[in-house]
């Protein structure tokens, strides 16, 4: 009655960024992304019929309300699932900042996800566990693979789903994170997404991205870096239009995050070839290929407000594990 679970963060090279259907997460266009192998959560989950009610321990303190509420309500969909009635105890650990757009919530749910399920015995498909793990946070479908994932947008539960394009060793790639700020966001994702309907620039991102999802596809499938990266970093920017024109408006932005994304268009009419993205956070994540990681991640360093650089490859989908962490 106990599992324990890990799964990577990953970096959507195209973005999810709004919900038809807010209750079932279900997005306004399909998305792509690399599961990272740095970036994990380990996660244990037991089932106990001495306990009086779910106690969760996220990164050794117990969430607000809130964020338990979350938790526990992705608890109730598996337990209801498997015809479960004993609370649960979830301990679960993240090797990285949460909260800071470094998609905790989607390694989170993932391992959250898989430990749970597997504690409870149920034997679901990989897709259907994809598509349990996007009611938690969207972009969890995701993390539940591993390498190159693509999430179907999809227009109920069953069909919006997660599925690989290419393994971990398809293409060796180096997302090199420039951490330029760890505290929390003051508008987390979730309520991001009920704001994006409210820009007007939503329906034409949307109109591009249904575009741009064969040619990401092709530039994974032919390892085409100058193909992948300029739809990334031209996906990233038409997101972050679309937070900063919705009402109320949002900004992620930093004076180190705009110097990054020059300094990275820079060192590429240099020859480097590098390129950037950011999720909902002012952290910047550099794409470059395997044997030019080390050289971008000193340059990241040189830059004035980079507190840290992380270099991330890509990485397994989510696991089982025997190291228990209760
Ligand atoms: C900007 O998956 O964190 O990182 O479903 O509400 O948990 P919830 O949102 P979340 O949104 C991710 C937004 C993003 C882009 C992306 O990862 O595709």
Redo the contacts with the bound molecule.
């Keep these: 009655m106990k599992a324990t679970a890990i799964a990577g963060a990953n970096i959507?090279l195209i973005?999810?960024?709004g919900n038809r259907d807010d209750a079932l997460?279900l997005p306004m266009n399909g998305?792509i992304?690399l599961t990272l192998d740095r970036l994990t959560t380990t996660t244990t989950v037991a089932f106990d019929g001495d306990l009086e009610r779910d106690l969760i321990q996220l990164d050794a303190v117990e969430p607000h309300h809130e964020a338990h509420a979350r938790v526990a309500t992705h608890l109730d969909r598996i337990r209801r699932l498997a015809g479960e009635e004993r609370w649960g105890r979830v301990v679960s650990r993240s090797n990285f900042p949460s909260g800071v757009g470094l998609?905790a919530?989607?390694s989170g749910f993932a391992a959250l996800t898989l430990a749970a399920s597997s504690a409870l015995g149920l034997e679901l498909e990989e897709r259907e566990l994809t598509s349990l793990a996007r009611l938690g946070?969207?972009?969890a479908a995701r993390s539940m693979l591993g390498g190159f994932v693509e999430w179907v947008a999809g227009s109920s539960h069953e069909d919006s789903y997660a599925y690989q394009l290419a393994p971990p060793d398809h293409w060796a790639l180096c997302d090199c994170v420039a951490v330029v700020g760890e505290t929390p966001k003051p508008v987390g994702?979730?309520d991001g997404?009920r704001l994006a309907a409210t820009s007007p620039l939503q329906v034409a991102r949307v109109r591009q991205v249904e575009l741009d999802i064969e040619p990401m596809r092709q530039a994974i499938r032919e390892r085409d870096l100058p193909q992948l990266g300029s739809l990334m970093e031209r996906d990233a920017l038409s997101?972050h239009a679309v937070m900063m024109t919705s009402d109320p408006s949002l900004f992620y932005w930093t004076p180190a995050t705009v110097a990054v994304m020059t300094a990275v268009r820079r060192w590429r009419m240099e020859g480097l070839g590098a390129w950037f993205t950011i999720?909902?956070g002012p952290n910047v994540h550099v794409l470059v290929p395997e044997e030019e990681s080390d050289e971008a991640a000193a340059r990241l360093r040189g830059i004035e407000g980079v507190q840290r650089v992380i270099q991330a490859r890509s990485g397994p989908g989510a696991r089982l594990s025997d190291e228990h962490l209760v």
């Design positions: 959507a973005k999810y960024w997460r998305s992304a998609a919530s989607a946070s969207g972009s994702s979730a997404h997101m999720d909902a």
